[in-house]
Nanobody, 124 residues
Framework: QVQLVESGGGLVTAGGSLRLSCVAS????????MGWFRQGPGNEREYVAH????????YYSDSVKGRVIISRDNAKNTMYLQMDSLKPEDTAVYYC?????????????????WGQGTPVTVSS
């Protein structure tokens, strides 16, 4: 069982930046592919970005590409999402996710482990 805990959300004005963190813990020593999803008011949970176990390969949704960077530090068991040029439509609860297979992280149905979420609000 893997536990995921997000932090770093908050209130920011449009054009601002935030860095989200997700710390993984649990009895296993396996390094999982990980990713970020978000769920805005009245919306379904949607894919944002994901990263392979090494941190070498990264993938992004079209809605955030060029504005966010996903990264990880396996020595700290931590994944990050640096978000710049934030827009009001980025307002959502952001969830950390992990799965045994990298490809599974492109859909919420493939996620094996979820964090509790951290809220991000972008004001105009």
């Amino acid at each position: 069982q893997v536990q995921l805990v997000e932090s770093g959300g908050g209130l920011v004005t449009a054009g601002g930046s935030l860095r989200l963190s997700c710390v993984a813990s649990g009895p296993t020593t396996r390094v999982y592919p990980m990713g970020w999803f978000r769920q805005g008011p009245g919306n379904e949970r949607e894919y944002v970005a994901h990263i392979d176990w090494s941190g070498r390969d990264t993938y992004y949704s079209d809605s955030v590409k060029g504005r966010v960077i996903i990264s990880r530090d396996n020595a700290k068991n931590t994944m990050y999402l640096q978000m710049d040029s934030l827009k009001p439509e980025d307002t959502a609860v952001y969830y950390c996710a992990a799965a045994g297979r990298l490809r599974a992280l492109i859909s919420s149905t493939g996620v094996e482990y979820w964090g509790q979420g951290t809220p991000v609000t972008v004001s105009s």
